[in-house]
């Protein structure tokens, strides 16, 4: 069993950066696809960006790309996602999500943090 932690939500001001971590802990961390999903107010949850295992792909969705990157150190078990040039309608809250496969947008995310709030004043 997998247990997600995020942190590193807040209020920001619109042009402004945050950076969201998500700490891994109970599993295989170095062999999951880790991604960011968020969910705003009367909207339904959204891929934002994922990670292969190895770090060596990345996938975002065009309403980040440009502005948002997806990292991971598999040596602290922790995925990030360095959020730049903010926007208001990036406010929502942030989930951090484990799957077995590569990261894509379609892969089955078996496991999910509580989530992270981010507003973006504007």
């Known amino acids: 069993q997998v247990q997600l932690v995020e942190s590193g939500g807040g209020l920001v001001q619109a042009g402004g950066s945050l950076r969201l971590s998500c700490s891994a802990s109970?599993?295989?961390?170095?062999?999951?696809?880790m991604g960011w999903f968020r969910q705003a107010p009367g909207k339904e949850r959204e891929f934002v960006a994922g990670i292969s295992w190895s770090g060596d792909s990345t996938y975002y969705a065009d309403s980040v790309k440009g502005r948002f990157t997806i990292s991971r150190d598999n040596a602290k078990n922790t995925v990030y996602l360095q959020m730049d040039n903010l926007k208001s309608e990036d406010t929502a809250v942030y989930y951090c999500?484990?799957?077995?496969?590569?990261?894509?947008?379609?892969?089955?995310?078996?496991?999910w943090g509580q989530g992270t709030q981010v507003t973006v004043s504007s």
């Open positions: 109970g599993g295989t961390f170095r062999i999951l696809g």
């Open positions: 999500a484990a799957t077995p496969f590569d990261g894509r947008p379609t892969s089955k995310y078996d496991y």
